[in-house]
């Protein structure tokens, strides 16, 4: 359990914490893999999220889980690419959370990670939280911390 003056100090940054679906570059679950191997290719992301039509969370898709369906024996057939869409290469079994602001849980996952996808109860892609904001609040932390002295 993270003490009450630490975690006061951890979610001064919170409003920083969840970026919008609408900011994150994702890919739809029927997207052939060609569309997705230019937008992983053009945003230089490891991995982006993976939705469907109505905004549903399905997973997550990198770089190497498209190339893995193009390597052939002896070279790369890039006919898969417009065979396959990006629901048969994605991550499907994918943790997520749902309130970006439960710290605790948030630095025990991103210590794997570096970004977790937000999801609603109803499965609706909300956005992600990222590496990169909690260490701008454990920064501001390291720099801030006043202990009390009895």
Not at 23 to 43: E, G, R
Not at 46 to 71: H, R
Not at 72 to 84: E, T, W
Not at 140 to 146: D, M, R, S, V
């Amino acid at each position: 359990m993270i003490s009450q003056p630490i975690l006061d100090i951890l979610l001064k940054n919170k409003a920083h914490f969840l970026i919008p679906a609408e900011k994150v570059a994702n890919v739809q679950v029927d997207n052939n893999l060609n569309h997705a191997f230019l937008v992983l290719t053009k945003v230089r992301y490891a991995k982006i999220p993976v939705i469907d039509n109505k905004s549903k969370f399905i997973g997550l898709l990198s770089l190497p889980m498209i190339t893995e369906t193009m390597l052939g024996r002896d070279d790369f057939d890039l006919s898969q690419l417009n065979k396959l869409c990006v629901g048969d290469v994605c991550e499907k079994d994918v943790t997520t959370v749902e309130n970006p602001y439960d710290i605790e849980l948030i630095l025990h996952l991103l210590v794997d990670d570096p970004f977790l996808p937000v999801v609603s109860r109803e499965g609706d892609f909300t956005g992600i939280v990222t590496r990169r904001e909690i260490m701008k609040s454990v920064n501001y932390l390291a720099h801030n911390f006043e202990p009390v002295i009895r």
